[in-house]
């Protein structure tokens, strides 16, 4: 009998042992975001800086400019914060916020049960819907995805028009790392529609050179959000209360009207 307690009692000190040695190699649990960044005083604000009018880089001053980063200054500011911001392509931008390379993206991200999976997001700060684009001279008429069967329709790499378009049986989807390669491949032929935000249609038939015309909107309402990693429940209670506020006293409406023309910051009743 004593043997046999020896022999448990020196399982359970290896178990102990074991346990501890397991716990020594797994980091300690981060600190809240908020608490993060204000002992730094900065948010290191993600974004793909090729996507007008969102964030791109203005040609006059060569500085980001857009409406995510207006929106991303308004948040920053709101919680007593510097941005910082990181231009990376759309393909991997996820990808380094998983692996913490930055605080936050703010770059049209749609928010989508399988991205929930992995980040936690603000509430929404945009509302739009998919859209076509086609040449001015293009004389077909699609009304549907559908209807662009055995033709090419050009995507941004990784985004969620991508996974709408390849869900088409008989399109071929070309994807692209940025929206001007896509756009201009579209102008000169080689592919035969593209497709994007609404809002960034919109803005493009108003400032764009290309011979480019506004197609049929063929989705369902998209809802974008600021993303980050899980963990921190105080960054994203101050950041919904930030664009809630921004929200209910206009600011965030001016700031979608300044570049859409439009409210893009509720849903369309």
């Known amino acids: 009998m004593g043997q046999h307690t020896n022999t448990v009692a020196r399982r359970a000190l290896l178990g102990m042992a074991l346990a501890a040695s397991l716990a020594a190699l797994v980091p300690a649990h981060a600190a809240d975001l908020l608490t993060d960044a204000r002992a730094r005083g900065t948010l290191r604000v993600a974004m793909?800086?090729?996507?007008?009018?969102?964030?791109?880089?203005?040609?006059?001053?060569?500085?980001?400019?857009?409406?995510?980063?207006?929106?991303?200054?308004?948040?920053?500011?709101?919680?007593?914060?510097?941005?910082?911001?990181?231009?990376?392509e759309w393909s991997a931008i996820l990808a380094g916020l998983a692996a913490g390379k930055y605080d936050v993206i703010v770059s049209q991200v749609g928010i989508n049960p399988k991205r929930e999976q992995v980040f936690d997001f603000s509430r929404p700060y945009t509302y739009s819907s998919p859209q076509l684009i086609v040449r001015k001279n293009d004389r077909a008429s699609y009304a549907s995805l559908a209807d662009l069967k055995g033709k090419k329709v050009g995507v941004g790499q990784g985004s969620v028009f991508e996974q709408q378009a390849k869900t088409v049986p008989g399109i071929e989807v070309k994807s692209y790392p940025a929206a001007p390669e896509n756009l201009q491949d579209l102008a000169f032929g080689r592919i035969d529609a593209a497709l994007n935000d609404s809002l960034m249609v919109a803005y493009l038939l108003k400032n764009s050179q290309l011979p480019i015309k506004a197609g049929a909107r063929v989705g369902a309402i998209e809802r974008t959000g600021i993303a980050f990693r899980k963990g921190s429940p105080q960054f994203k209670a101050a950041v919904d209360k930030v664009l809630a506020d921004a929200t209910a006293d206009g600011s965030l409406k001016a700031l979608s009207v300044k570049w859409f023309g439009t409210d893009a910051s509720r849903a369309a009743p």
């Open 48 to 88: 793909e800086g090729t996507y007008p009018p969102f964030n791109f880089k203005d040609p006059k001053t060569g500085q980001l400019a857009g409406y995510d980063v207006d929106v991303a200054r308004l948040v920053a500011g709101k919680l007593g914060l510097r941005p910082e911001f990181v231009t990376t």
